[in-house]
Structure formats: C-alpha cells, structure tokens
C-alpha cells in the first residue's frame, strides 16, 4: 500500500488574488476541500496562512480522534459488561429450569 499524506494544502492563484484549500484524502481516488480561504494579496501570505491552518487543522484532528477513541473504549467495557450480565442471566434461567424439571 503506498503511503501519502492524508492532509495538505493547496494554494491557487484566481484573477489578482490568490486562495487557500485545506485538503484530506477520504479515499485513494477521492480529495475532499475541508477548508478553504480566498483573498489573499500574495502568494506568501496565502502559503503562511495554509501552513498556519494545516496544522491547526491537524491538532484538531487528533484532539478529536482522542475523544473518539476514548469514547469506543467506554462503550466497549459498557458493552462487555451488559453482556456479562446477559450470560450470568440465561445462566440462571437454564438452572431454574433445570430444576423445575
């Protein structure tokens, strides 16, 4: 599997100014603008600007996909436990049975 980067900018120059795209790799075939600045005067500010924000925009990224995966750890230890609790239950319920027999 060949190995690229997941988020980079792109700076394009429309008319006398000069714009800003934030862009993530959703697949291998698809490129998707998360973020996008126009009005730039020159092609440095709008580079600095790009930089600035990528990484920005990163560190957000991987605040969230923190929260996320702290989430998916609670749910799964939840979803352990209420399935313990269903075992232990059928359990239960095949031993009355076993002695109502």
């Given at each position: 599997m060949a190995?690229?980067?997941k988020y980079d900018y792109q700076v394009?120059?429309?008319g006398e100014t000069w714009s800003v795209k934030i862009l993530?790799?959703?697949s291998a075939r698809r490129i998707v603008v998360s973020k996008r600045q126009d009005?730039?005067?020159t092609e440095d500010e709008a580079k600095a600007?790009?930089?600035?924000?990528l990484k920005q925009f990163m560190e957000q990224q991987i605040e969230r996909n923190k929260r996320k995966a702290e989430r998916r750890v609670e749910r799964?230890?939840?979803e352990a436990a209420a399935q313990s609790r269903y075992e232990e239950a059928q359990a239960r319920y095949e031993?009355?049975?076993?002695?109502?027999?």
């Open positions: 190995k690229g980067k394009v120059a429309e993530r790799q959703a009005g730039f005067a600007w790009g930089e600035a924000e799964d230890e939840a031993a009355s049975r076993v002695e109502d027999e």
